[in-house]
T-cell receptor, first 114, second 114 residues
Framework: KAGVTQTPRYLIKTRGQQVTLSCSPI?????VSWYQQTPGQGLQFLFE???????NKGNFPGRFSGRQFSNSRSEMNVSTLELGDSALYLCASSLGRSGTDTQYFGPGTRLTVL | QKEVEQDPGPLSVPEGAIVSLNCTYS??????FMWYRQYSRKGPELLMYTYSSGNKEDGRFTAQVDKSSKYISLFIRDSQPSDSATYLCAMRGGGGSTLGRLYFGRGTQLTVWP
């Protein structure tokens, strides 16, 4: 079974631009979560989608948004990029939202903002 | 204070050593505990998953949970150079705002030298 895939793997943008990242979950998984990983803050939760609805949200500004499609694929968008948005963005999928549903991570998209 | 505290290391040990990695947490709602391993430029991969207090063993790895002390550990026996990676503890609750998301420690960078 294929794992979680994320595209693109690398992105370079300039301040003020916007970016869209894509995540395809493991087949059959309906929950997709997004995390930002930086050396200073570690892994921080962005948001979680289940059945096309945002179910949980972390403490990030409104410039960070996402959505989920009927096939469970998810996208996240960051508008008006800032230098501090440079990070590895990780997507994780799980069967459902239960605590027993393991989250499996993709390889991440490394975003560099210049 | 972060909800999950983990000593970032770095930790450097010789091949064959026993490695002990630890995390403490403050939220009593956490019920599920995980250890992820992350190699450089890769996404985290699930190593161990535990639910109740006690020990769980898988090959050279043992995960230990002490809910009364809010303390979890990962032991690696007979460590190998291939174990060199960053180890992240993660946990989640069973409901409310803790559902659908993982809370991570900062990660401990481990190097096992031959």
């Amino acid at each position: 079974k294929a794992g979680v895939t994320q595209t693109p793997r690398y992105l370079i943008k300039t301040r003020g631009q916007q970016v869209t990242l894509s995540c395809s979950p493991i087949s059959g998984h309906r929950s997709v979560s997004w995390y930002q990983q930086t050396p200073g803050q570690g892994l921080q939760f962005l948001f979680e989608y289940f059945s096309e609805t945002q179910r949980n949200k972390g403490n990030f500004p409104g410039r960070f948004s996402g959505r989920q499609f009927s096939n469970s694929r998810s996208e996240m968008n960051v508008s008006t990029l800032e230098l501090g948005d440079s990070a590895l963005y990780l997507c994780a999928s799980s069967l459902g939202r239960s605590g027993t549903d393991t989250q499996y991570f993709g390889p991440g998209t490394r975003l560099t903002v210049l | 204070q972060k909800e999950v505290e983990q000593d970032p290391g770095p930790l450097s040990v010789p091949e064959g050593a026993i490695v002990s990695l630890n995390c403490t947490y403050s939220n009593s709602a956490f019920q599920y505990f995980m250890w992820y391993r992350q190699y450089s430029r890769k996404g985290p991969e699930l190593l161990m998953y535990t639910y109740s207090s006690g020990n769980k063993e898988d090959g050279r790895f043992t995960a230990q949970v002490d809910k009364s002390s809010k303390y979890i550990s990962l032991f690696i026996r007979d460590s190998q150079p291939s174990d060199s990676a960053t180890y992240l503890c993660a946990m989640r609750g069973g409901g409310g705002s803790t559902l659908g998301r993982l809370y991570f420690g900062r990660g401990t960078q481990l190097t096992v030298w031959p």
